[in-house]
């Protein structure tokens, strides 16, 4: 999955699904391939992209259609013909005040309208340094299971949030290691 966050502009979204994405060279039986446009691109990235590429809103509303402004419905954005969504961007948690519960309530509209979720969870640097990470990604986790039954149409995405433009890195060791424990919960639970 790329999710492009708040960047790019009508031309990069007619251009690039069609000089980058429709010549990615996968095998579809297995793997998903997924861009996460800005909102006002989904449409134009939908329209172009081809290759088996799957577009995803990077974000919808908890509430339904109605007197919300600046919010986009599930129900809009399924009838768009986009099947799949973000939850819990660590942009959406640090700097939007998403809580887990939002995060869940989120993930549990978006299942109930059709849509395969690519719920992200992940821990902050302080958390990392206090030996939390763990912790953190349980919780966020158990928020999503008081919610949903079904993890069937869920991708868990690790995102560590003191990687994410700060020039730390997650090496292949913390990579593996988180997504062992995440194995692990997902084998309790």
Known sequence: GGNWKCNGNLDFAKTFPKDVL???KFDPSKVDVVVAPTALHMSTVQSVVGNNVNVASQNLSL???GAYTGEYSAGM???MGIKYTLTGH???RT???ETDEDVAKKTKVALDNGFTVLACIGELKEEREG???KDVNERQLNAIKAECDDWSNIVIAYEPVWAIGTGLTATPEIAQETH???RE???KN
Do not use: P, Q
Request: glycine residues 16%.
């Open 95 to 97: 700097l939007f005040g």
């Open 63 to 65: 509430t339904g259609d």
């Open 131 to 133: 030996g939390i990470t």
């Open 22 to 24: 429709n010549n990615l």
């Open 180 to 182: 062992a424990e995440i």
């Open 185 to 187: 919960w997902l084998g």
């Open 90 to 92: 660590s942009e959406r």
């Open 77 to 79: 954005i399924k009838d």
